[in-house]
């Protein structure tokens, strides 16, 4: 499975970013679609995931602000990022699990500035 992410930048603090990741390969399922980030001098780190089922699950830091959404149609990962904070600057990765393997996209950097 290959994974392109998008939509990262810079932002202000309070602002909004969208970010996209679209799968292609072969594409099992169930499998569960999310995105993780890595700070700088931090491990990389569980944001949002969503089963193929529809069941979300965020972290604590990220809980109410992001929203995370799949569109299966599209093989596509969504990540809504709402009230941005300084402390969201990251490289975000998309990831995709099923029962056999685990894939990472490249990696889109987002900058909240304050």
């Known amino acids: 499975v290959q994974l392109q992410a998008s939509g990262g930048g810079l932002v202000q603090a309070g602002g909004s970013l969208r970010l996209s990741c679209a799968a292609s390969g072969i594409i099992r399922r169930p499998n569960i679609m999310g995105w993780y980030r890595q700070a700088p001098g931090k491990q990389r780190e569980l944001v949002a995931s969503?089963?193929?089922?529809?069941?979300?699950n965020y972290a604590d830091p990220v809980k109410v602000r992001f929203t995370v959404s799949r569109d299966d149609n599209k093989n596509t990962v969504y990540l809504q990022m709402d009230n941005l904070k300084p402390e969201d600057t990251a490289v975000y990765y998309c990831n995709l699990k099923d029962f056999r393997s685990e894939s990472w996209g490249q990696g889109t950097l987002v900058t909240v500035s304050s």
């Open positions: 969503v089963t193929s089922g529809g069941s979300a």
